[in-house]
C-alpha cells in the first residue's frame, strides 16, 4: 500500500437505492413480493460517495456534497443520532483515529467550534435544509483507488465523529462527504497533494438505481469535448457561480440579479448534494409564468408545497410537453436541461405531477441542486477557478 503522491485517482458514486449499495433492500424490488412504495420527496434524493476510513478501512457511505467542507460519520455511542441502517463507526477500532485538539489549525477552520472535554475540538454545524450535527473533530486515515487499481492512503485527514444528528437524512446515509471550497473539505485537503488541482464527477439519472457514476480527482477527471465553462469564485465552503439568465424554450427569458443573500461575488452556488434548484422568489415568479406559457396541460399541486408549478401527466405523451430550459452563466455558458433534469415526478392520490424542480430560496442563498446535473460531466479547476459543463451518458463516463 502506497502514501499520496501526484496520481488521479476515482471514486464510484452508488445511488442510495442501487443494488451496488451494501444497504439495498433487496426485498422492495419488483423481482420479489412486495407492496412498498416510496414517494419522491426533494430532500430525500442524494448520491452516496463510498469513503474508507481508519485503519484498517471501515466502508462509509456519505454524501457527496459540494456545498459543504466537513468530513463526517455518525459514530459509536451516538444515541442522539438520526437512524441508519450501517453500523456506526467506532474510532476505538482505528489505530489512526486522534482527537484534534481545540487550539489547533484544523479547529479553528471550522464555521462553528468550541473547546470540549479534554480541550477536544467540539463542532456544531447547521445545513440549510434544517438539519443539523454536533461531534468531536479528529485527524484519520482515508484509502482510496487510483484509476490504475492503485491503492492510495491520505493520513492526518479531518473527519468529524458526530454524537448528535438530526435532520432530512437518509437511513442508508452514515455520513457526509463536504467537497466544497473550505479548509476542512475532502477536496481542500487532498487535491493539493495530486497531479492536477482539479476534480470532477458525472451522475447518472436518478431514475436509473442500477448504475452508478464516479468522482475522480486529478487530471484524468478532466472535462473534455464538447464543454462550456464559467468563472468559478469561492465564498468560504461555497463554490459560486453567476447566473445570468434563465430561457424557456419557446416561450421567453427570465433575467437574474447579479447578487444575492449571502453571497458576495455571484449569486448562485453549486450544490451536488442538494436535489433541486433554489431561486429568488422575483425570478421563480417569472420562471412559473414563462412555463406555464408554453405546457398545455391541467395543472395539479406539489403535495409538500416546496415547487409552486405542477402538471398533470398520465403518460409519456404529456411528458413530450414539457419544455427544456437553459440556465445561462457567465462566459456565454449555456446548460441546457432536458425535462427529466427540470421536473420532478411526484405521486400520490391524486395521480401522476410533473413539478417544476425549482422552489424559492427565500432569504437564503440560491442553489443549482444535483437533480440539473444528472448526465452532466461537471469538472471544477481550482487553479483558474472555473467550472465546465459537458453532456454526457454518465454510465458510460
Known sequence: MTTAAAATFSIELIHRDSPKSPFYNH???????????????????EYLMELRVGTPPISVLAIADTGSDLIWANCVPCTKCYRQTAPLFDKRNSSSYRTEPCDSNLCKALSSSACGVGRSCEYHYAYQDGSKIDGVLATEDLTFYSTDGSPLVFSNIAFGCNYQSSGSFSSRTAGLAGLGGGAVSLVSQIVPSLDKIY?????????????????????????????????????????????????????????????????????????SGTTINYLPADVLSSLVQEVSRVVSLPKAADSEGIMPLCFAVTGEADRQKLPFITFKFAGEASV????????????????????????????????????????????????????SFASADCTKL
Open 336 to 387: 441546457s436541461l432536458s425535462p427529466t433534469s427540470i421536473f420532478m415526478d411526484e405521486f400520490s392520490f391524486a395521480g401522476a405531477a410533473a413539478c417544476l424542480a425549482v422552489a424559492n430560496s427565500g432569504s437564503g442563498p440560491p442553489l443549482f441542486g444535483n437533480m440539473a446535473q444528472q448526465n452532466l460531466h461537471v469538472g471544477y479547476d481550482l487553479a483558474i477557478q472555473a467550472v
Open 199 to 271: 476534480f470532477s464527477y458525472c451522475l447518472v439519472p436518478k431514475s436509473d438505481t442500477q448504475a452508478s457514476s464516479k468522482v475522480i480527482f486529478g487530471s484524468a477527471g478532466v472535462v473534455a469535448g464538447s464543454k462550456v465553462t464559467t468563472p468559478m469564485m469561492v465564498e468560504g465552503s461555497f463554490f459560486v457561480l453567476r447566473l445570468e439568465e434563465i430561457i424557456v424554450d419557446g416561450a421567453g427569458s427570465v433575467p437574474v440579479p447579479p447578487s444575492a443573500p449571502g453571497l458576495t461575488t455571484g449569486n448562485i452556488i453549486i450544490a
Open 27 to 45: 426485498s422492495a424490488t419488483g423481482i420479489e413480493p412486495s407492496d412498498a412504495v416510496s414517494r419522491l420527496v426533494p430532500d430525500t434524493f
